[in-house]
């Protein structure tokens, strides 16, 4: 049963694979034991699966093992053009279009955040702004951009 308040959250690939990075490890493991406990609804997405398609074999286990219980999200129409708008805005650049989509499809199926471990392209204080702006522009709501960190309930 998932808890009433449980937020959805967007994971990109970097937080699954965070699980095995030093740095990154406890609050990846503590992020994915809270969705285990419904405190987070979990969204992911097609372009994640490709990602991690490249990854080692423990990073691909685990996505499988939230899989089942992941809502995700396909790259649509919608998604693309505003992956576009970020483009055109030069939040990131031409080498960085998936960061982009990773936004725009958090952004168009309506998720209270994007996690990451991406603090160049996605987690960044001066890009945060940037692509709210731009969803506001568009007619979208405003998304949280978060590390697991900042994310994972304290008790």
Known sequence: ???????????????????????????????????????????????????????????????????????????SQEALQLQQAYLDANIVGVSYTTDALHVALATVNECSAIVSWNFKHIVHFQKIPLYNAINTVHGYGQIAINSPQEVIVYE
Do not use: C, H
């Open 1 to 75: 049963m998932i808890m009433r308040n449980s937020l959805r959250i967007y994971l990109d690939s970097s937080v699954f694979g965070g699980v095995w990075d030093k740095e990154f490890k406890e609050p990846s493991i503590t992020l994915f034991n809270q969705i285990k406990e419904k405190k987070f609804l979990l969204v992911t997405s097609e372009v994640v699966q490709l990602e991690l398609e490249k990854a080692p074999v423990k990073v691909q286990n685990l996505f499988n093992e939230y899989l089942p219980s992941a809502e995700v999200v396909l790259v």
